[in-house]
């Protein structure tokens, strides 16, 4: 494949410095451009966090039913499984927090005693 791909979530641009102009000195034209990209992860990690959360709701229900149960594998195997994916909901989400303050942070200003 050549050319630019830019799938979503992906904004191209150019940063201070990324693009230059210069000639020779018999007039020769001469440039130097370097693309930038920034990939936003907030939409990505916020859908893991839901697509977690839901297995863990799927494995709460499968633990609560099989509780009574006198099998203590069966009763581990579910415990852990909503545990797993329990955490991995709460990882995602506070990522997805994290991405989304850096996509923010240059458009505010706090002060520094706040931060």
Not at 13 to 38: T, W
Not at 62 to 78: F, Y
């Amino acid at each position: 494949m050549t050319g630019i791909f830019i799938s979503k979530g992906i904004t191209p641009g150019f940063q201070p410095g990324d693009f230059e102009i210069s000639f020779d000195e018999k007039g020769k034209v001469a440039f130097n451009v370097k693309l930038s990209v920034h990939y936003d992860v907030c939409p990505i990690w916020l859908a893991l966090s839901i697509n977690h959360l839901e297995q863990a709701k799927i494995w709460n229900l499968k633990r609560v039913h099989v509780w009574n149960n006198s099998i203590e594998k069966l009763k581990a195997d579910t415990l852990e499984k909503e545990f797993e994916y329990s955490m991995q909901a709460i990882i995602a989400i506070a990522i997805s927090y994290e991405a989304f303050y850096a996509n923010i942070k240059p458009m505010i200003n706090i002060p520094p005693e706040e931060i």
